[in-house]
């Protein structure tokens, strides 16, 4: 006795239960600023053993979360591992990005505040440059992840976002782990630009 999936399981419920791949998605967003600012914050108060920043700037950060410093210094001094993948400044990429984006705050002030603001955690937390993720920001938070998607010239707040979670091994979630990682290390050792 053969029964139709849609009778036994209605759209409403498979879309709930999230029973396929798209199990760990949280959420899409046509555009970053579609977010709800309390997001990112939330992602990173319920951190305990990984945040990863993996943006070309990552300055929204410091802008969305109020005194983001000591918000993570506290999180390495409780052992969590912080680390920021920075653009390269000085790179070719990032100097066309800048041309496209034709704004007068600039990728390269961007990448200084944030390193500026990562200089205040006295946690001691690395950074590396890369011009690879240039078109994809990843950001790492446990088990919980938020990637954007560049558009076009469109800026970083422009970008197709997806909040994902974790749930299942070699996953989605997992697949934007490995990605990281292997920025990561590529990655220049931002002390070994100055």
């Known amino acids: 006795m053969s029964k139709d999936v849609s009778m036994l399981w209605p759209d409403i419920i498979r879309r709930a239960a999230k029973l396929g791949t798209d199990r760990e998605l ?13 997001i990112f914050r939330e992602a990173i108060a319920r951190a305990e053993s990984r945040l990863w920043f993996g943006g070309y700037t990552s300055y929204f950060v410091w802008l969305e979360v109020p005194d983001g410093a000591a918000v993570l210094a506290a999180r390495a001094k ?3 591992d912080v680390r920021f ?15 496209l984006e034709a ?9 200084a505040m944030t390193r500026a603001e990562i200089s205040k955690v006295d946690a001691g937390v690395p950074v590396r440059l890369s011009d690879r993720h240039i078109a994809m ?57 100055r």
């Open 26 to 38: 949280v959420g899409m967003y046509p555009r970053r600023a579609d977010l709800s600012r309390s």
């Open 78 to 80: 409780a052992g969590a």
């Open 85 to 99: 993948l920075l653009g390269d400044p000085d790179s070719p990429v990032t100097a066309e990005r800048d041309r």
């Open 103 to 111: 704004t007068p705050l600039t990728l390269a002030t961007r990448i």
């Open 137 to 193: 920001s990843v950001w790492i938070f446990d088990d919980e992840a938020i990637v954007a998607t560049h558009i076009g010239a469109g800026l970083g707040q422009d970008s197709v976002t997806l909040h994902l979670r974790r749930a299942q091994d070699g996953g989605v979630f997992d697949r934007y782990v490995e990605h990281f990682e292997s920025l990561w290390s590529d990655g220049s050792p931002a002390d070994a630009q």
